[in-house]
């Protein structure tokens, strides 16, 4: 059983994948051929080359075995079924006390990108929207204040 549900857009899916592939097949090989050379110039116990090329090793494997886990334990979001409540995959119009309105997607957390509009269904905005209707209002606790959100409209 997964620990963590990753939702993901097919989008997001392919882009994890494509990284994923990229280390896999090209940047192992490259930190491997710089361990090599490092190895060859002599002594390693005082080889900044060397330090330097295994902690980047060691960043490459940590990060395959996140993807891996990532792209395992993976939902896939499909386009939202015609739903009257926000949920993981819905863009969700709301609009502010003083009259602004944003658009939010509603995305799973490792596709976040708050400054355009891709919001965590683990953030506090995204976990104040899910389950809610057109027309109700939320609040939400940001660090300048708690704001109130009326959700104008779900796609």
């Known amino acids: 059983m997964p620990e963590k549900v ?5 989008d997001g899916k392919r ?3 494509s990284e994923l592939e990229y280390l896999l097949t090209v940047r192992r090989a490259q930190v491997a051929e710089r361990i090599r050379q490092a190895k060859e110039g002599g002594d390693i116990m005082e080889n900044a080359g060397y330090d330097d090329a295994k902690n980047e090793q060691a960043f490459i ?4 075995m996140t993807l891996q886990t990532i792209l395992r334990d993976a939902v896939v ?3 939202p079924s015609e739903s ?4 993981v995959g819905s863009h969700v119009t709301v609009c ?7 658009v939010y ?5 490792t596709e976040a990108d708050p400054v355009n509009g891709r919001i965590s269904n683990e ?3 995204g976990r104040a929207l899910l389950g809610r209707r057109v027309g109700d209002i939320v609040t939400v606790r940001t660090p300048g204040g708690n704001t109130r959100l009326t959700i104008l409209s779900i796609g």
Request: aromatic share 6%; glycine share 8%; charged share 25%.
């Open 77 to 79: 979001l499909t386009q």
């Open 61 to 64: 494997e940590g990060r395959i």
């Open 96 to 102: 502010d006390d003083e009259g602004e309105t944003s």
């Open 84 to 87: 009257d409540t926000v949920q």
């Open 105 to 109: 997607y509603i995305v799973g957390s």
């Open 15 to 17: 882009k994890l994948e």
């Open 123 to 125: 953030s506090p905005v």
């Open 6 to 10: 990753h939702y993901l857009t097919p």
